[in-house]
């Protein structure tokens, strides 16, 4: 029993390396979405840089989930939050950049993408809702640490920066294995059904 929790622990440790290594999908994410709209400084800048910086660090977020996510249904649902959030968020605080405005943005954006990706959560999940309670804070707390780190937010990108995205990754792994466990050995998670099966 002790070998069997030492080796459930570390493969939960290992689980949640992948995921917050994720990180470093937020500052390509934001690359692209500005490519695809420039600044967020406009209703369809917002919504269509949005949709573009979702899907990619919702593709890296499955990519890197240990199998627990699908990569076309995360990235689907995180795309859509990402576009309607930071539509609605931007617009919200006149596309300003300051802490308290980009926190407050980062919070509807957040709302937006936890119910989404609640909804993109497989079946075995624990209190899918949980996640999406969770997203507000989270969004806003990688504004907050992306600002106070000095980032030029005044440029005003789709999504927080480095800094701001480890915050969360570090975070959010958390809070994924608590409602969404790595499979116990012996099994396996299938990527298009998102069920367990035997192996």
Same mark, same amino acid.
């Given at each position: 029993?002790?070998?069997?929790?030492?080796?459930?622990?570390?493969?939960?440790?290992?689980?949640?390396?992948?995921?917050?290594?994720?990180?470093?999908?937020?500052?390509?994410?934001?690359?692209?979405?500005?490519?695809?709209?420039?600044?967020? !400084?406009?209703?369809?800048?917002?919504?269509?840089?949005?949709?573009?910086?979702?899907?990619?660090?919702?593709?890296?977020?499955?990519? %890197?989930?240990?199998?627990?996510?699908?990569?076309?249904?995360?990235?689907?649902?995180?795309?859509?939050?990402?576009?309607?959030?930071? %539509?609605?968020?931007?617009?919200?605080?006149?596309?300003? #950049?300051?802490?308290?405005?980009?926190?407050?943005?980062?919070?509807?954006?957040?709302?937006?993408?936890?119910?989404?990706?609640?909804?993109?959560?497989?079946?075995?999940?624990?209190?899918?809702?949980?996640?999406?309670?969770?997203?507000?804070?989270?969004?806003?707390?990688?504004?907050?640490? *992306? *600002?106070?780190?000095?980032?030029?937010?005044?440029?005003?990108?789709?999504?927080?920066?480095?800094?701001?995205?480890?915050?969360?990754?570090?975070?959010?792994?958390?809070?994924?294995?608590?409602?969404?466990?790595? #499979?116990?050995?012996?099994?396996? *998670?299938?990527?298009?059904?998102?069920?367990?099966? !035997?192996?």
């Amino acid at each position: 029993m002790r070998v069997s929790l030492r080796g459930a622990g570390r493969a939960a440790l290992r689980a949640w390396i992948r995921w917050t290594a994720g990180f470093l999908a937020f500052p390509i994410a934001g690359l692209a979405g500005r490519a695809a709209a420039g600044p967020v !400084d406009g209703a369809t800048s917002a919504l269509v840089g949005g949709v573009v910086t979702g899907a990619v660090i919702g593709a890296g977020q499955a990519l %890197l989930s240990s199998g627990r996510l699908s990569p076309p249904r995360w990235s689907a649902a995180t795309a859509a939050g990402s576009g309607l959030g930071l %539509l609605l968020g931007a617009a919200l605080v006149d596309y300003r #950049t300051d802490l308290g405005s980009l926190a407050l943005m980062g919070a509807v954006e957040g709302v937006l993408i936890g119910v989404a990706q609640a909804w993109a959560l497989p079946h075995t999940t624990r209190l899918p809702w949980l996640w999406a309670a969770a997203m507000p804070t989270l969004w806003a707390a990688g504004w907050t640490v *992306t *600002t106070l780190a000095g980032v030029g937010v005044d440029a005003r990108f789709t999504v927080f920066g480095a800094t701001g995205a480890l915050t969360f990754s570090a975070l959010s792994g958390v809070l994924l294995h608590r409602l969404l466990p790595t #499979t116990a050995p012996g099994r396996t *998670t299938g990527s298009d059904s998102l069920r367990e099966v !035997d192996a």
